[in-house]
């Protein structure tokens, strides 16, 4: 390339590069010039501010200031209204399930445990109940209710005599929970349901009564006389509203016991029918949650039932006048036994670790003590022994003029004998207390 030729080619490239830096220029320049027209202009600080801008948004300021309360006032009327819904229908809700009733059950109880145990200055041992031939005498609450001929009579664990009644019912009987008791007339159709210091339904039924029970939790039931049917179980929770209803079929047989489990959601009903010329008990194993029949016991034929005793969720006890059974109630199935030999069963003590029995064998009384598979412990003889109870430790012999005390080995602890009367009953609650004649006092060890 000649000399006059590269001169040439660096005055084209200089001009170029010029160009570009013209368009480059240009092109800063009019992005600098949008960026000015549409940049708000700058307001001094000192200058007035802008009356047309600034007078809406007082306008709206004001009309919220004065809404405001209106705002305040309808929200805490529609809060008010929600609470009160919501409480109405909780209220609603305890009612339906029966978790108010059970709450005002509670705390009627107590309030009951809290007078007795302020005013427990106001009894003592002993204590003269006036009932000289008791029909019946069941612990209630560490206290004990007693029921006459015409009187019912409560006292509480302090000696304190706290409740008296008059039912006049011509076969009175009493069913005892844990907290409240039953007395009912089993030649008609009304019963009478009383905590321990009042009474507190009195309910006719249109068929005769035919026995009653209650639950650890005061749960009633009441079985009925039944055209067409055996009988008819009615189950009322503590406020008397009834949480079941079953017929029993004419098959079954005729209701002579019942008892509720620990969970109060289950009974065993004990039945007798006569088959064969012959008198057949049987139970049946219920639950609140289903009116079917439910798991069938059958007893050996002629064996006749004499109490029922759901102890545990694996052992119901059933006394019979043959022998004394335990029962799974889950399956029915019988899983211990201890036949009477023939012997004239006198007085039982069933416990849940041990049992006690009282046998006329040939004229003469035997203690039988048995473990809690019903193996025999201890067989002693008892003298004039007419009646035994029994805690999970002792076993009470009652004598016509002594009370003996042994333990389940069969070993004599010690005798009673300072005895104003003949020992009627021996009952277990705060304190271990005998009845003799009309009075009940505490029992005790002698002094030696």
């Known amino acids: 390339m000649s000399k006059a030729d590269r001169d040439r080619q ?3 490239q200089r001009l170029a590069r010029e160009q570009r830096r013209a368009l480059s220029a240009a092109a800063r320049d009019a992005d600098r010039a949008r960026t000015l027209r549409t940049a708000p202009t700058p307001r001094r600080d000192d200058s007035p501010p802008s009356r047309t801008s600034e007078q809406p948004s007082a306008q709206s300021a004001a009309r919220l200031k004065s809404l405001t309360p209106l705002y305040k006032q309808r929200q805490q009327r529609r809060l008010t209204v929600l609470i009160v819904i919501i409480i109405a229908l909780a209220l609603a809700l305890t009612v339906v399930t029966g978790t108010l009733s059970a709450s005002l059950a509670l705390l009627g109880d107590a309030v009951d445990s809290a007078s007795l145990y302020l005013n427990r200055t106001a009894g003592g041992w002993p204590a003269t109940t006036g009932i000289t031939e008791p029909l019946q005498i069941e ?3 560490d206290g004990f209710v007693e029921l006459g001929n015409e009187d ?10 706290i409740l008296s009644l008059q039912p006049s019912y011509a076969r009175p009987v009493l069913a005892v929970g844990g907290t409240h008791f039953v007395v009912y007339n089993r030649a008609g159709s009304e019963l009478t349901v009383c905590s321990r210091t009042r009474t507190l339904y009195t309910q006719r039924f249109d068929e005769d009564i035919l026995l009653c029970a209650m639950s650890n939790n005061n749960s009633l039931a009441v079985v009925t006389d039944a055209d067409r049917f055996a009988g008819w179980v009615h189950i009322y929770d503590p406020s008397m509203r009834e949480l079941y209803s079953w017929r029993m079929p ?5 209701p002579i016991a019942l008892d509720f489990a620990p969970d109060n959601r289950r009974f065993a009903s004990g039945m007798i029918a006569a088959r064969d010329g012959q008198l057949n008990c049987s139970v049946y194993f219920m639950s609140l949650d289903s009116d079917t029949e439910g798991l069938l016991y ?3 034929a002629g064996s006749m039932l004499l109490r029922l005793d759901w102890q545990s969720e694996n052992r119901v006890m059933a006394v019979f ?8 109630p889950r399956t029915a199935a019988e899983v211990a036994r201890y036949d009477y030999g023939g012997a004239a069963l006198q007085s039982v003590a069933p416990g849940r670790r041990q049992t006690a029995l009282l046998l006329n064998v040939h004229g003469g009384n035997s203690l039988v003590t048995l473990s809690e598979s019903l193996t025999v412990m201890s067989e002693i003889p008892a003298r004039q022994a007419f009646a ?11 004598c016509p003029d002594a009370v003996e005390c042994y333990g389940y080995d069969g070993v004599q602890n010690w005798v009673q004998t300072g005895l104003p009367s003949r020992p009627l009953a021996v009952l277990h609650g705060k304190q271990t207390l005998v009845f003799t004649g009309s009075q009940a006092d505490v029992l005790a060890k002698p002094a030696e």
């Open 10 to 12: 660096a005055l084209l």
């Open 139 to 141: 612990p209630l609450a």
């Open 152 to 161: 019912v009579l409560v006292y509480s664990a302090y000696g304190s005599k």
């Open 250 to 254: 004419q098959s079954m047989g005729t």
């Open 298 to 300: 059958t007893a050996d």
């Open 321 to 328: 006048d043959t022998y004394i059974a335990v029962i799974d």
């Open 388 to 398: 035994v109870s029994a805690t999970d430790t002792d076993i009470y012999l009652l």
